[in-house]
């Protein structure tokens, strides 16, 4: 298979988004470490930044949990809380004054821890609704994330991955209702599911995918960090997801 990251000029833009009150370096690490691996692996990395689409650990903690409830289950139809998603509109602005919206940008990469991936989701939704990305130089990482519906538009190109007992990651749901041949409807509860499930093997909790060194170090010495990495890089590169079977 392909690719998923290939584009003409081997041009890539990545945004790290971040969940609540996170540290302000919270995963500067895993974003140096993946941009270095994607230099060495001849991209030209254009652009790397992270974001705060909630704020950061000085902003109060009641209002960011406020605003995340609000886009994990909105007052009004998901749809249209796609475009109007408080995390997705910040993370939007922010997006859209660095990334160059032609073709030149390349492959645009949106990787979001708990909340951010909300965000992440719903910044791309709005990216490709308003005409300035397609699908197709879109990708979207969601890393211990609340369950969101995931437009169609964008399941392919989603890559959704939890820790077992992340208790964030019970949060949500995909669900929606289908009709069956017989006419009948029923809840299917992966309709809105993004493409790509999968588990991440790491030692400790939900604030730790992105820890290097010791003790968040598995049997065979390999750290979360790495973990995380696998399980993304192989996923930009083959599109194969890596496991089945996430319990919703």
Known sequence: MHSRIGQP???????????VATAPNFM?????????RLTEAQWEVRHTELLFPYGDWSRSLVQQLRE???????????????????GG??????????????????????????????AAVHAGHALVHEGLVTPERLRIVQIGSPKCRVPEA???????????????????????????????LR?????????????????????DYFRRWSPYLDAQG????????EKLWGWLHSGEPDEKGLTD
């Open 9 to 19: 000029a081997n041009n890539i833009s990545v945004y790290l988004l971040a969940g």
């Open 28 to 36: 500067e690490e895993f974003r140096e470490v993946l941009g270095e």
């Open 68 to 86: 995340i409830g609000r886009d994990v289950y909105p007052l009004i139809s998901w749809r249209k809380s796609l475009l109007t998603a408080i």
């Open 89 to 118: 509109r910040n993370a939007l602005a922010a997006i859209q004054a660095t990334y160059p919206m032609d073709a030149e940008g390349g492959t645009l990469l949106l990787i979001g821890h708990s909340g951010g991936g909300n």
């Open 154 to 184: 964008l399941r392919a190109s989603t890559l959704y991955l939890a820790a077992h007992g992340d208790p964030v990651t019970l949060l949500g749901g995909w669900g929606g209702w289908e009709r069956r041949s017989n006419g009948l």
């Open 187 to 207: 809840w299917n509860p992966r309709k809105y599911a993004p493409g790509v499930i999968a588990r991440i093997p790491i030692v400790g909790k939900h604030p």
């Open 222 to 229: 390999v750290p979360n960090l790495e973990r995380t990495m």
